[in-house]
């Protein structure tokens, strides 16, 4: 049973797409516009009660991109709470700390390609045409 979003749910949601953290500006930068994998992903998307960070919903897949405020223990059984909130949608939810996408994109795209089901197209080499990062991105390592 889907729940509907409340005003204030999409409210928050236009507001976090305005204001993204780094982590997430350089997620949305290799996944926008079908950049990765031709797969659509949408940014701050309400479900229900709740906001994903990057919903793919062809593949009802949520990334979510964590920070410090998610590493306290209540934040964390409130991530639960809504992991399985959204797992009873039907979403499977990947959870990634900012500071492994902004040191190693490429491991979070890997991962991501293994969850859809292309584990092993994508390549490492930039000449390839399956390469896992968009056209003129470089892999940083943090």
């Known amino acids: 049973m889907e729940r509907k979003n409340t005003t204030g749910t999409l409210s928050f949601a236009r507001d976090q797409r305005r204001e993204p953290t780094r982590a997430e500006a350089a997620f949305w930068q290799a996944v926008r516009n079908r950049r990765f994998g031709n797969l659509k992903f949408k940014r701050q998307m309400a479900i229900g009660p709740f906001i994903a960070d990057f919903c793919c919903h062809e593949h009802r897949l949520i990334v979510e ?18 992991d399985a909130f959204l797992r009873d949608e039907g979403y499977r939810v990947l959870r990634f700390s900012n500071e492994r996408v902004l040191g190693n994109l490429e491991f979070v795209l890997r991962e991501i390609a293994e969850h859809v089901g292309f584990a092993g197209r994508p390549s490492s080499d930039p000449a390839s045409p399956g390469h896992l990062l968009p056209r003129g991105e470089k892999e940083t390592r943090g």
């Open 65 to 82: 991109l964590d920070g410090e405020p998610h590493e306290t223990d209540e934040a964390r059984a409130g991530d639960r709470r809504r």
